[in-house]
């Protein structure tokens, strides 16, 4: 399904490009702002990967063992938008997204405690993607749906100093909400003057965990809006989205896995395992293959909370994406 691309035809009022000077690494209201806009501005985003650079079509499970998460998230921004004060609401509508043709999805080393199921991936992993328009190929003949997002959207917090991106916060960040994706609306809780807007960490695809720590990282435009709202009063990010709510957009076949504990994290880890099993016994795929395509393209779920002692979350995945028999 085409991602819902709305802003080819906006006239975009400010272009940042991924040039150093555009670019910062942690969350701090001290920065200056690289460019001052008007509610109902336009402006373009270029936005570098998730881990600066350091992976690239050519790169290897082994080169990225080795990459350094400090910093991580290189951050385009900040905006500053006039007239924004605490108190009030930033709302950015995501206009538009286009990736570059490629991206990638790894994993770490299991001794640095990253992912869902760090025990179990002693060694790293990694694919590097070919996105052509709005599918990336994997192994196997496997296509995943795209609908690209940004991993980090937010503002400035009020608290002084640098803070890392890796965690979010009550005003945004690193929130990986998969269905932030082009027509969608995201309401900030402002909390300095000029807001101090930032965006990165762009994602082509993602099921809902993003289970080995990545989605399907991809160096991006994004194209956004913004208003400034002070009739609403919010403590944490909130959005409006048309979704897909599934990776086709509509009701389709889903293949799920459950995983039962009196720990909703522990819960989720057996969701995940288990689906995994069912990729490498019945799709062939190798255990690293299947680990990583569950954070591409698997949506978890919380199924219920309210028989204790035992939860249960399920993991889903969409059968559309493998080849025809």
Known sequence: MPHRDVGESIEVDHRLSDADENIHAAWD?????????????VVRFECRDAVDRQVDVESTAEDFASVSFDPVHPLTGPVE????????????ELLSFQHKGWGYTG?????????????E???AGLHVWDLDGDVGRFVNGIEVPLDPFPGVIGVAAAEDGEFDTLPPRSTG??????????????????????AL???GDCHAAQGDGEVCVTGIEAPMFVTARFDVRDDLDI???????????????????????????????????????????????????????AYILCSAIVDLKINEVVDAPNWVVSAYLPESIFPEE
């Open 235 to 289: 403590e944490q990010p909130q959005f409006e989205t048309t979704g897909p709510f599934t990776p086709t957009g509509v009701d389709e076949p889903m293949y799920a896995t459950t995983g039962i504990d009196d720990d909703l994290m522990e819960a989720t880890k057996k969701a995940i395992r288990h689906m995994i099993d069912h990729l490498h016994d019945h799709r062939g795929l190798t255990r690293a293959e």
């Open 29 to 41: 209201n001290s920065l200056d702002p690289v460019l001052t806009v008007e509610p109902g501005d």
């Open 81 to 92: 938008v006039e007239g924004a004060e605490p108190g009030d609401v930033l709302e950015v």
């Open 121 to 123: 991936f002693e060694d």
């Open 197 to 199: 807007f930032s965006i």
């Open 173 to 194: 960040g690193n929130m990986d909400v998969k269905h932030m994706t082009a027509g969608s609306t995201v309401s900030l809780p402002i909390e300095v003057e000029g």
């Open 107 to 119: 994993f770490l080393p299991g001794d640095m405690g990253l992912g869902l199921l760090p025990e």
